[in-house]
């Protein structure tokens, strides 16, 4: 059995947290808004080092599979009852760059800071029986997104296996932007989009409340996290008001060499039906188009370049997807990012 040097394994237990649930926004919209959480709070887990952290991780996912309930379903823009109404038969690009900032005063408090700069493309069609009549509509934002503030507390459980639990309390901040317009197909600006979630901002402050659990035995290569938190709007637009959104998972992290660690995770992810006037409805049913559950397998690997220094890529795959209404989902979600400690 390999064994792992004092800061291989140190930072083995840091990488428990690349999957932390505090992702920016909801996981799905009407219009494929993003994609379940994938984050890299490096600090939020196990025994770290007192002083600064930084991390700076680059999302990617492209929501072009329309789905009701948990089928795959198409969208025809010549379909007589699609006349006139938004059809999401094209697609949602999202691109995200998260800057985190944690601050550790000890092995038991903490704090970090996170500021996403959101990078959307959306399009879809307006239908009409004439083919030649269908037209199309984008929406293109970039603009620094919701920002969000956590605290934690960490407590030891076994020492000698380097276990622990702990809790964290903290804010999604009303910070994004909101404003960004729809443009027909001649980039004429059509007023702003009834879909809030296509914002890099949704107009709401949160407030986001969760548990952990690590272990990381001396002498194994093998660690292990669990988590679970809630998200819930706490002031929100009397327009739009996001649903509440809630967290399950669970991971192990296998250290190949004292630099090379494998990942593996299950994340389960509930959003609750968006509420306000400004709420997604389906142009089918009139009903509610937010909201959505989904099961997610996330391998990854990390790579320490020095001791304080770390590379890491995930890719999570959907198991499971469910929606209410009609919406665009992504069959398959990007993160990349670099963690140092200063």
């Known amino acids: 059995m390999h064994q792992p040097c004092p800061v291989t394994r140190r ?3 840091l990488t428990l947290a690349l999957l932390a649930a505090f992702s920016s926004g909801n996981s799905f919209a009407s219009c494929g808004s993003s994609s379940c959480s994938i984050n890299a709070d490096w600090a939020e887990h196990g025994i770290s080092r007192p002083g600064w952290s930084a991390d700076l991780r680059y ?32 697609r949602t690009i999202n691109q995200v760059i998260t800057a985190t900032l944690d601050y550790s005063h000890d092995e038991h408090w903490g704090m970090l800071l996170q500021l996403p700069y959101v990078m959307r493309d959306h399009t879809h069609s307006i239908g009409d029986p004439n083919p030649a009549l269908v037209s199309s509509e984008s929406f293109n934002a970039s603009a620094v997104g919701d920002v969000k503030a956590v605290g934690r507390y960490r407590w030891t459980l076994d020492e000698a296996k380097h276990s622990g639990a702990g809790l964290k309390l903290g804010l999604k901040l009303n910070t994004g932007r909101t404003d960004f317009q729809l443009l027909d197909a001649s980039g004429v600006a059509k007023g702003v989009p009834q879909e809030v979630t296509l914002q890099p901002g949704n107009d709401s402050t949160d407030v986001i409340i969760g548990v952990f659990w690590n272990q990381s035995a001396p002498g194994s290569d093998w660690s292990w996290f ?19 959104q809630s967290n399950l998972d669970g991971g192990t992290r296998y250290a190949f060499n004292n630099r090379l660690n494998g ?21 089918v049913s009139g009903g509610p188009s937010s909201g959505a559950s989904s099961l997610a397998l996330t391998p990854g690997l990390s790579y320490a370049f020095t001791r304080d220094t770390q590379l890491y890529g995930l890719l999570q795959l959907p198991l499971y997807q469910y929606v209410h209404g009609e919406q665009l989902t992504a069959d398959y979600a990007v993160s990349v990012g670099v963690s140092h400690h200063f």
């Not at 789905?67 to 109404?85: E, F, Q, Y």
């Not at 669990?226 to 509440?244: D, K, V, Y």
């Open 59 to 90: 999302s990617y996912s492209r929501a072009d599979t329309l789905r009701s309930g948990s089928d795959k379903i198409s969208a025809n823009p010549t379909d007589p009852a699609n006349a006139g109404i938004e059809v999401e038969n094209q």
């Open 263 to 283: 990942l593996l995770q299950i994340n389960a992810q509930w959003n609750e039906i968006d509420s306000g006037s400004s709420a997604a409805l389906s142009p």
């Open 11 to 13: 930072n083995a237990v």
């Open 226 to 244: 669990a988590q679970a938190s809630l998200q819930s709007s706490i002031a929100s637009s009397r327009q739009f008001r996001p649903g509440n």
